[in-house]
């Protein structure tokens, strides 16, 4: 058995529109689903601590995965009082796994001590994953030797077009898939809200919510061979 860290973001405003955002409920409940039924623990981490705001999009709120997830007073009280990620220490976990929701978008990249643990865990032969703007935490991302992670590596997100489809290319503060490939990042895709993921060196990345379970079937399957 792993311990497996869940990122979810603490930012509650999208943009300027006024609207709220945050981490999407069920980019975290399929893989909370994917890591406990394989055996493994789950902490969560948020950038400032507390409660996360989080975001059911429609449709959703019918997903036995979902429902599961708001109903399990285990995760209701892991997730009433997150640690912020400078109160982390990565030695215990074999993976993280950013959770997405539009509000990584602001303050994913922004958080030395999400990249932080990242770095750790990956440098030590961990795993670092993430799903639809969960990648945003990876646009930083420098390892030791000053190089950026994904340089080089296929990485999936949130696509230009996919953020058309929504009307928020503008909204916001920048296009994932853009600044991923300014990275060096070999950024692939599928069509809208396809299912799409990559496995590139322990880094591993799903394109949209479609993508949250397969991504974290993935890095069982890693954690797994890592034995």
Known sequence: MAKILLAVSSHDV????GNRTGYSV??????YHVFT???HEV?????????????IFDGEENDPDVV???ADETVRAKLAATRPAAQVASGDYSAIFYVGGHGAMWDFPESPDLARLAIEIYERGGVVSAVC?????LVNLRLSDGSYLVDGRRVASFTNEEEQSLGLVHVMPFLLEDRLKERGALHTKAPNYVCHTENDGRVITG???ASAA??????????KQAG
Do not use: K, M
């Open 37 to 39: 039924s394989a055996g």
């Open 14 to 17: 999208l943009g300027d529109t």
């Open 214 to 223: 397969p991504v974290a079937e993935l890095v069982v399957n890693e954690l």
């Open 43 to 55: 902490d969560f981490v948020s950038v400032r601590g507390g409660e996360p705001p989080a975001v």
């Open 68 to 70: 599961g997830f708001l």
């Open 207 to 209: 394109q949209n919510p």
């Open 26 to 31: 069920s980019e975290a409940a399929h893989p």
């Open 133 to 137: 703007h969960g990648p945003a935490a």
